[in-house]
């Protein structure tokens, strides 16, 4: 990857965008910002960050016909991600099809392209969550979200099958990811902030009861990722780099919902009390209550680095957060 020409990352001014613009700035590395122009500006947490040079989503390949730039990389983290949304053509338009013009574009101009996926692509799970590129044909999501991130991982492999992919390529099935800079996220941010923003408002937490009688109340599981984690994959995805595939990106182990808010009201000082609550009956039929990356074959590619555990990925995160607040209420 080269020093001398600029990263391209679409969803910059999101969570894990931010983050990733954040990392490549602190080493000297150049970027231009794809994102909607007033989520540069009105989204809080990313004041401190250099996006480089900003370009309007929705003006991209418009600029890129005129400009022309020459790019070292394109990282694609733009995407719709509300999983309670079910308006399959907006998920088509903004998901799969914007994403397949980039990959034709870093085909043309022989650029790599790095994505983001998602383990929603897994469905309920009982296909396991093995990235084996043979089994994605078998795959079920259970939402317009998951669905149009699992029309793209296909996408891409019958294009490369058909002779026509980016010089290296490789997409990512993000687990549950987690960390600073996701609160304008709202209802789709973290257990972690909401669990943070409830113990601060009320002293307790609320989380969903079970409703499988294999899970008790707080025993469901995720496979929660630290975005500092996510930032390092994507950069060695770049720096390696990767040749090619579909990827998991999580930690390779599953811990429940109390673990996690246990791990907050730990950080935060405050006795634990939790109130469990029904979960609707409309998200029921589409709620996972098992999630765990399969990780060997990104460790076969040779990425080495341990990543964080939950509990020092919460300690990490409300340390940033807790004084990011605090700075902005002097």
Known sequence: MSNSSPILVTGAAGFIGARFVESVRADGLDVISVDRRSHFSDRAEHAEVDFGTIIERDELFDWLAQEQPTVSAVVHMGACTDTTNFDREYFDRVNVRYSQQLWDWCCAQGVPFVYASSASTYGDGTKGYVDDESQLGTLQPLNPYGESKHSFDLWALEREQAGSSPPSWSGFKFFNVYGFGERHKTKMASVILQAWDQIRERGQ??????????????????????????????????????????????????????????????????????????????????????????????????????????????????????????????
């Open 205 to 330: 937490v609320r989380l969903f009861e079970s409703h499988h009688p294999d899970y008790p109340d707080g025993g469901q599981t995720r496979d929660f990722v630290s975005v500092e984690d996510v930032v390092a994959v994507l950069r060695f995805a770049l720096e390696k780099p990767l040749a090619r595939g579909v990827f998991n990106l999580g930690t390779g182990n599953a811990r429940t919902f109390g673990d996690l808010v246990r791990a907050v009201f730990a950080e935060m000082g405050v006795p634990e009390k939790i109130e469990f609550i029904p979960t609707p009956v409309e998200l029921r039929d589409k709620y996972q209550y098992f999630t765990e990356a399969d990780m060997s074959r990104l460790r076969r590619e040779g990425y080495e680095r341990p990543f964080l555990s939950l509990e020092e990925g919460t300690r990490r995160y409300l340390a940033r957060l807790g004084a990011f607040e605090a700075a902005r209420s002097t």
